[in-house]
């Protein structure tokens, strides 16, 4: 029997910067892709490698980006240009957030990141939405 879990229920979360930092739920989330976690390798292949065999060796570890998808709401305050998602992207603020998981333990990954990206969608024959970029940086805490 599988033990997979329903991904109904991810939060993510955003911190307010403050000492104890609180966190607020982004509202309206519709989908999320979690960081994606990246070991970049430098080739060091030489002419004498073992059997002619490409040799690398580890370098530098990368979470990449966490995109996501919203009912976008512009008068909600995780979301407009006034305190929300825009207002950090316009502001360049870096930010901590939290993307928790709905198991059991409430797994929670943390992370630093500046929202990159903000499209607002508008389409004729369906919802107000908004796909968000959120770059990563520094190392991400997964627990």
Known sequence: MTE???????????????TPENFTTVTEVVEISAP???L??????????PGGWRERVATIL?????TFSI?????DPTHNAGT????DQINKTLRNFQLVFP???????GFSAYVTGFEAT??????LGADVTLTLTGQPTLA
């Open 40 to 49: 970049e390798t430098e080739d060091v292949t030489s002419h004498d490698s």
């Open 36 to 38: 994606k976690l990246a």
């Open 62 to 66: 990368d979470a990449s980006e966490v």
């Open 122 to 127: 508008a389409p004729h024959d369906n919802k």
């Open 84 to 87: 929300g998602l825009i207002a």
């Open 71 to 75: 009912n976008y709401i512009p008068t």
């Open 4 to 18: 997979a879990i329903a991904a109904f229920g991810t939060l993510l979360r955003i911190g307010d910067g403050a």
């Open 103 to 109: 198991d059991p333990a409430s797994t929670t990954w």
